[in-house]
């Protein structure tokens, strides 16, 4: 009963380099969301995915590609690092309604 | 814009005391609103949602919200609460639809919930 997994769980980057958070649940669901998640600024939306093959923009797209590979999985990339991109991020997949969350991303940017 | 407001970074109430989270929201059109509950260092779990009808929304764990439409408010509430209940609270509302099964999530700041033995 895995729902919604990603990976890696830690990652220290160095600044302007580069990497790929990944994300995949089992459900079937069409929606798939990024959110990154602050301290005093709740969770924000990077982009979703109503279906596969198609992306949008969140709140704070900036820094961010993403990549729908197929129904199950969607990637999240940071071609180069920024120190302000420390954060945790988190996936989450919906079918209609509510949302299902994976574990997290807790990154850091030195 | 879609919008929720948390008025309370943080909660402290006594075990087995009734406990009250605040949300207060703003969408175009009929709301779909949402409780979800994050432990320290875990993603968030889904607690409770309103989609339409009864106004008294039980979920998870004895919690329970009240949607309000007049004043724009669905406050979590839960009769007596328990050290375990201790956590950060999050309040979210379901955006304009966009097609193909997806929407916009917009979520609150969060309330750290103290439960005191």
């Known amino acids: 009963n895995a729902g919604v997994t990603q990976t890696p769980k830690f990652q220290v980057l160095k600044t302007g380099q580069s990497m790929t958070l990944q994300c995949a649940q089992d459900?079937?669901?069409?929606?798939m969301y990024w959110y990154r998640q602050d301290p005093g600024m709740g969770l924000r939306l990077i982009y979703y995915?109503?279906?596969?093959?198609?992306?949008d923009k969140g709140e704070v797209p900036n820094g961010y590609n993403v990549s729908r590979l197929n129904k199950r999985e969607f990637s999240l990339r940071l071609e180069s690092a920024a120190p302000s991109q420390t954060s945790v991020y988190f996936c989450?997949?919906?079918?209609?309604?509510?949302?299902?969350f994976g574990q997290g991303t807790r990154l850091t940017v030195v | 814009a879609q919008s929720v407001a948390q008025p309370e970074d943080q909660v402290n109430v006594a075990e087995g005391n009734p406990l009250t989270v605040k949300c207060t929201y703003s969408?175009?059109?009929?709301?779909?609103l949402f409780w979800y509950v994050q432990y320290p260092n875990r993603g968030l779990q889904f607690l409770l949602k309103?989609?339409?009808?009864?106004?008294l929304v039980k979920g998870s764990y004895g919690f329970e919200a009240e949607f309000n439409k007049s004043q724009t408010s669905f406050h979590l509430k839960k009769p007596s609460a328990l050290v375990s209940d201790s956590a950060l609270y999050f309040c979210?509302?379901?955006?304009?639809?966009?097609?193909?099964?997806?929407?916009?999530?917009?979520f609150g700041k969060g309330t750290k919930l103290s439960v005191i033995p």
């Open positions: 309103y989609i339409t009808g009864d106004n």
């Open positions: 995915s109503a279906s596969e093959g198609t992306t």
């Open positions: 989450a997949s919906s079918r209609q309604v509510e949302a299902f």
């Open positions: 459900m079937n669901h069409n929606s």
């Open positions: 969408v175009s059109g009929n709301p779909y």
């Open positions: 979210a509302v379901r955006g304009a639809y966009s097609g193909a099964g997806s929407y916009q999530l917009t």
